[in-house]
């Protein structure tokens, strides 16, 4: 009976219970950023510690999401109050991704409406070749709006409790996610510019470079979805992690349109 009254919450929330994993995580970022750095000077041990870092992150990646699946489906924690501040904390992390692009988009957009001097004043600078946008851009562009048609299709399927339909909408979403990957490096292989290549490489590959990072994370969150959803954790009533899911596809199809329009805007020579 002592115990009973012990473990009795007079509340909605979760006290998560102590964990080692952000710190471990931690130390496997900061060992992944040094050992990079070291890596791209050329320094003995770089490439080790970059390795060691990522598997670090991986590593804590899947015990971590092991923990709250646990907390979630199986001991019951995460109530509707508890869902609704895990749904304020996604919509704040959607806003500071938007923040975060929105000065990749600022950068290239106050060098291709009055390009400087140092580049010859002139946009796309003398020596660049821009993509066509009509090609592998557009093809992308329509696969991942279709790709987020059948993670919406996915998403209402759970609502209305057709479970079949939703592992069939998730495993379209996925393949369409892998495809638009794939076609991503190809476009990087082709490209006549790199990284380096004047602020027009630099904005166009940070730009589209942390969108396809974005895509990739969102594939494994998506897969993640699908083993879970195989599993039986979703309902009708408790399905935030597809939410959460949906919500990010949903920011990265305004975010690779808004990069499109970029790619439209730039066939027309500017001088300043």
């Not at 990646?61 to 709250?68: E, F, G, L, P, S």
């Not at 009055?114 to 851009?137: M, R, T």
């Not at 919406?152 to 909408?169: K, L, S, Y």
Request: net charge neutral; aromatic share 16%; charged share 10%.
């Amino acid at each position: 009976m002592a115990n009973a009254t012990k473990n009795y919450h007079r509340h909605p929330y979760h006290m998560v219970d102590p964990s080692p994993w952000p710190l471990v995580a931690s130390f496997g970022a900061f060992l992944a950023t040094s050992g990079g750095v070291m890596y791209m000077h050329g320094y003995s041990g770089g490439g080790f510690s970059l390795f060691t870092g990522i598997m670090i992150i991986v590593y804590c990646m899947y015990v971590w999401w092991r923990d709250i699946v646990r907390e979630a489906t199986f001991e019951g924690w995460h109530t509707n109050m508890v869902q609704l501040g895990m749904r304020y904390g996604m919509i704040l992390f959607i806003v500071s991704e938007i923040m975060f692009f929105f000065a990749f988009f600022w950068a290239f957009f106050q060098s291709s409406l009055c390009p400087s001097p140092e580049i010859g004043s002139v946009w796309p600078p003398k020596g660049i070749e821009v993509l066509g946008a009509f090609e592998v851009p557009l093809l992308n562009t329509i696969i991942l709006l279709t790709s987020g048609a059948s993670c919406t299709w996915a998403h209402h399927a759970i609502v209305v409790g057709a479970r079949r339909e939703a592992i069939m909408a998730l495993i379209v979403t996925l393949v369409l996610a892998v495809a638009f990957t794939g076609f991503q490096v190809f476009e990087y292989v082709n490209a006549t510019f790199g990284i380096s290549d004047s602020v027009y490489g630099s904005a166009f590959f940070m730009a589209t470079g942390f969108h396809g990072f974005h895509v990739f994370i969102g594939t494994c969150f998506l897969a993640i979805c699908l083993i879970r959803l195989v599993q039986y954790h979703f309902s009708k009533e408790h399905h935030f992690g597809f939410e959460a899911a949906h919500a990010r596809i949903g920011k990265l199809l305004a975010r690779y349109l808004s990069i499109f329009m970029e790619l439209l805007s730039i066939h027309q020579e500017v001088t300043c």
